[in-house]
């Protein structure tokens, strides 16, 4: 016959809840600072490909010079 969970004290509630919040709080944290340092181009661990020149993304051209007969 299956038997009811003990009833969680408050406090031990109340920490997880707290440990919890605190790693969403960390991550927030870690978020907003490499925002700050994309924003700043201080970035030594992300790299952005939007901030590569443009020569990199467009099509190679054919600039070989035609012979004129």
Aim: hydrophobic share 30%; no cysteine.
């Amino acid at each position: 016959m299956t038997v009811p969970k003990k009833r969680l004290s408050s406090s031990k509630k109340r920490i997880r809840k707290n440990i919890w919040k605190g790693k969403g709080h960390w991550a927030a944290l870690k978020a907003l600072s490499l925002g700050k340092s994309l924003s700043t181009g201080n970035s030594k661990s992300f790299f952005r490909f939007f901030s590569m020149p443009t020569r990199f993304f467009s099509m190679p051209t054919d600039n070989k010079k035609t012979k004129k007969s």
